[in-house]
């Protein structure tokens, strides 16, 4: 299958979750296309990965091309695992506060 | 290497002091050793003595210039740390958590300064992020403080998401994620692979310009600023904003000349804006702090000017751009932390009962506005030196000079204030020893106003 669909596939992801982010008002579901985001950017990445090794194999150079990018995805697994953990202390910290965790409220700094 | 290990080990020992060490002084005086041993790891990586000597497959590369920057912004929160401390102190009553946090905060500072792999970068970014999302909701009880926090975090998050698609995109286009070495070109077979690599590269671009508050990004900046607690506004303005601008140079002056013609009219477009954004709103502004934060918005403007080509003035410049404002900022910070409230009235008359600290005051808002005789004149004649040396037209010198002309407006209100107004000022007992703390920052900018070399001659040797 032509590597186009695997763009065309993980932009659509990519754009879910970016609409997401700016239309969600909840924190939870803003953070969940957060994860949706990257989540799509792995799918590429694995895409790409598999390209370039299927490019390398029938180009007859070193068969490890394209293993780099696999690394990162696992790199940006544990990263965002890292965010999670951040993020829901953050978020379970300002529910002790507000006792809401509608981003509509985030607007005491404005004025 | 030996600063990225070094830091992580005494982030951990300070994690380990929180509960180990109970004295608010002893936890300090520790980080302050640690940063002096941090410190001393880095020279002696720069003067060839590596302690841990790993082979990292090219994906960090220390040069003098990497490691010289490290050793700088090491400097900075040293300084940093040895004045805010008892703020710090204030905020909890488990400092060492902080410092800790300040710890691996200068672990990723040592990554961004020394990556020569995207993948480096985006850890490096993180390991940078991640502590600042906790250190901007230090304040757990404080509403403002839990929100910046939150938005910092979405925000943040969401512009790490950028940065890794743009990531993709270059690593789809190119087939490696390394900057500096070539790797063996194999036709990829998507159509357009040229655009692939340019809407990498520029969403790349937005990422980083998010990451140092540059003007079409630049919205999260003054609400998080303003929000988090001041001790730590002055830690994330000055030296975290420091590191992204080396890995925004790193980026995009060693590699990726594609973007060439395009490059400089869409970078041209972001400095202007920056320029505009900062010091127009700035001068709205009737909370100091916030002022503060558009103010730098717009020293990141003139940050950004390096970025047009790597000459050696524009290397020098950025170091001691990013060296004296951030001095003068976290002068400027030390000082609002006393202040009882944040408005321009809090500063008051000033002069006639702090003498001291009024002059203090006095030189970093000189040096911030570019002064002569302070360092941020020289900090802000290399950048536009670089500008020409670059090849810029003589008309964005023009209209970066008129810019730093309007800033001189936002920054002298708080000498008006201070000299020329009679009133009480609204501020809390500052101790003698606090205010020659900031009195010996004074001198030291003074000093790099008039001898800049200081500064500049370790570059080289």
């Known amino acids: ?111 | 290497m030996n600063a990225i290990i070094v830091s992580t080990l005494l982030g951990v020992i300070m994690m380990f002091c929180s509960w180990g060490v109970k004295s608010q002084n002893a936890q300090k005086n520790i980080a302050l050793i640690g940063l002096l041993c941090l410190i001393i790891a880095n020279l002696a990586q720069s003067n060839g003595w590596y302690e841990f000597n790993y082979d990292t497959k090219g994906m960090l590369l220390f040069s003098h210039f990497g490691l010289y920057s490290n050793t700088l912004l090491f400097a900075l929160t040293f300084i940093y740390v040895w004045i805010n401390g008892e703020e710090i102190s204030k905020l909890s009553n488990a400092a060492a958590d902080f410092y800790s946090l300040i710890f691996f905060i200068l672990c990723g500072v040592s990554v961004l300064t020394s990556f020569d792999n995207l993948l480096m970068l985006f850890i490096g970014i993180e390991i940078l992020s991640i502590p600042l999302y906790i250190l901007t909701g230090a304040d757990k009880k404080s509403m403002i403080s839990n929100e910046a926090a939150l938005k910092y975090f979405l925000m943040g998050s969401f512009s790490t998401g950028i940065l890794l698609l743009g990531i993709t995109f270059i690593y789809g286009a190119n087939g490696t994620f390394h900057m500096t070495s070539t790797v063996i070109k194999l036709s990829t077979g998507i159509a357009h692979e040229q655009y692939l690599l340019s809407a990498g590269l520029i969403l790349l671009f937005a990422a980083m310009n998010f990451k140092v508050s540059a003007a079409p990004f630049h919205f999260w900046t003054p609400d998080v600023y303003d929000g988090a607690p001041t001790v730590f506004t002055s830690f994330m303005a000055t030296i975290a904003k420091a590191a992204g601008f080396l890995a925004f140079i790193n980026v995009f002056s060693t590699q990726y000349k594609s973007l060439t013609t395009s490059w400089t009219l869409l970078l041209t477009f972001v400095i202007l804006s920056t320029l505009l954004v900062g010091n127009i709103i700035a001068v709205f502004q009737r909370s100091v702090k916030r002022m503060l934060s558009y103010s730098s918005i717009a020293q990141a403007g003139f940050m950004l000017f390096a970025l047009y080509g790597k000459s050696d003035i524009a290397i020098e410049g950025i170091l001691i751009f990013a060296v004296v404002y951030s001095i003068a900022t976290m002068g400027i910070f030390a000082v609002l932390v006393k202040m009882k409230e944040n408005s321009f009235e809090a500063f008051n008359g000033l002069a006639k009962t702090e003498p001291l600290l009024a002059f203090a005051t006095t030189v970093f808002l000189f040096s911030l506005a570019g002064i002569p005789l302070t360092g941020g004149f020289f900090a802000k004649y290399y950048m536009l030196a670089a500008l020409l040396k670059a090849g810029a037209g003589l008309w964005l010198v023009i209209v970066a000079v008129v810019f730093a002309a309007i800033s001189i407006y936002y920054y002298f209100k708080i000498i008006q204030a201070m000299y020329f107004t009679a009133g009480e000022p609204a501020i809390h007992l500052v101790s003698k020893n606090y205010q020659y703390q900031l009195l010996a920052l004074a001198i030291l900018l003074l000093v790099l106003g008039i001898f800049p070399n200081l500064l500049l001659n370790y570059l080289y040797f």
């Open chain 1, 1 to 111: 299958m032509s590597i186009q669909y695997y763009i065309y596939f993980c932009l659509a992801l990519f754009s879910i979750g970016v609409v997401g982010v700016l239309t969600r008002r909840n924190a939870i579901i803003v953070f969940m296309c957060i994860e949706l985001m990257l989540n799509a950017v792995n799918l590429l990445l694995v895409a790409f990965s598999k390209m370039y090794y299927a490019m390398g194999i029938k180009g007859g150079v070193v068969s490890n091309a394209g293993i780099d990018a696999q690394i990162f995805v696992f790199f940006i697994m544990v990263v965002a695992a890292a965010e999670v953990s951040i993020g829901l202390a953050i978020i379970v910290m300002m529910y002790r506060n507000t006792h809401s965790i509608d981003i509509n409220f985030l607007n005491r700094l404005k004025n």
